[in-house]
């Protein structure tokens, strides 16, 4: 697992994200109205490597569930994840629904099977939640279950809302109380695979917005607030991996890294906050800070494993999500709008 860079460097790469850098990657150039051929072959690839024969250990727990969705690495196939099915889906649907009908058919068939039972989604698995075993003595990492989770939870809220569920359906309604129980008290969500609660609040605030709860909603504007009081004196957002122990601050920590700053533009913005202040410094941030080959510095890890013992830099976030914020940005503001009803 150890990557020498031959710069007298070497890292620890525990596997390759294919899946989930397409996606997103898929995602922004649509943001950004890039070349439409770019975002089809993209899809087209992902489109190749849905799992459609193999049975995943979500089985155990869900057997009468067909499979259907993607892994996050080139070949995984018995434990494909929600959370990378879900993005995929929604950059099919945004770029032609028609085209991409029977993978997106398959999919949310395998995405609604593995809701559990309080409402949300965990990553691989249904209902994984068997607290005891974290307290176990093997178990010293506390992170031995795949439980629901507020992120996953709400990437999977915004595929259906995107593909045009009701607030009033079932699997919706249970995902939106789910996602209202999870709410910290500062306003914020926790974010299990991303750095931290910027990265859950970024999730939540867009799958409420394209579910159609409104912008003034309490949820909304707890979450606005607490976005605003974490902002750094510099217009971005840093949150570091010292926020996952108990007592410790929620949404600071680091200096403001291009991607944590994208997220909570994103999320201000899905909130109606396009022309807040606080929005228009984070922009400037972003615009201040590239660098000449259009990409951004991001030495700090923003991504995780298992939570205050395995983080990950993904070399993908610091292109796709601040070009992705800039984007929507800029299109809202032409077009004169507050927020757009989009899944991310």
Not at 34 to 55: G, H
Not at 74 to 81: E, I, K, L, M, S
Not at 146 to 164: E, F, K, N, T
Not at 165 to 187: C, F, T, W
Request: charged share 20%; with cysteine; hydrophobic share 40%.
């Amino acid at each position: 697992m150890v990557v020498d860079d031959g710069h007298r460097r070497a890292y620890c790469q525990p596997c390759l994200s294919p899946v989930w850098d397409t996606a997103l990657a898929a995602h922004a150039v649509q943001e950004a109205g890039l070349d439409r051929e770019i975002a089809i072959k993209a899809c087209d690839w992902l489109a190749e490597r849905q799992i459609l024969d193999v049975v995943g250990d979500y089985a155990a727990t869900r057997p009468n569930v067909r499979p259907g969705g993607w892994a996050f690495q080139y070949n995984n196939a018995y434990y494909p994840d929600l959370d990378d099915t879900a993005v995929v889906v929604m950059a099919m649907d945004r770029l032609d629904h028609d085209r991409y009908r029977a993978p997106i058919d398959r999919a949310v068939e395998w995405v609604l099977g593995l809701q559990s039972k309080n409402g949300g989604w965990g990553a691989f698995d249904a209902d994984n939640t068997y607290y005891y075993l974290n307290h176990i003595p093997f178990a010293d990492h506390g992170a031995l279950l795949d439980p629901p989770s507020a992120d996953v939870s709400a990437r999977c809220l915004s595929m259906l809302a995107q593909l045009g569920y009701k607030k009033d359906q079932p699997n919706v309604a249970a995902a939106i109380e789910y996602l209202r129980r999870e709410q910290e008290k500062e306003g914020c969500w926790f974010g299990r695979w991303g750095t931290n609660y910027i990265y859950g609040t970024w999730s939540v605030l867009c799958a409420l917005n394209a579910i159609g709860v409104e912008p003034q909603d309490p949820m909304m504007r707890r979450a606005v607030s607490w976005l605003l009081s974490v902002q750094q004196t510099d217009g971005g957002w840093g949150e570091s991996g010292q926020s996952y122990y108990k007592g410790e601050p929620k949404g600071t920590g680091a200096p403001s890294t291009p991607a944590q700053t994208a997220w909570a533009l994103l999320a201000l913005m899905a909130a109606g906050e396009v022309d807040n202040a606080a929005t228009t410094k984070g922009i400037h941030h972003l615009m201040e800070t590239q660098q000449t080959d259009g990409t951004w510095k991001e030495d700090y890890y923003t991504a995780v494993g298992f939570p205050r013992v395995f983080y990950l830099s993904y070399h993908g976030y610091k292109a796709y999500f601040p070009l992705w914020a800039l984007a929507r940005y800029s299109k809202l503001k032409q077009g004169n709008a507050t927020h757009v009803m989009v899944g991310m």
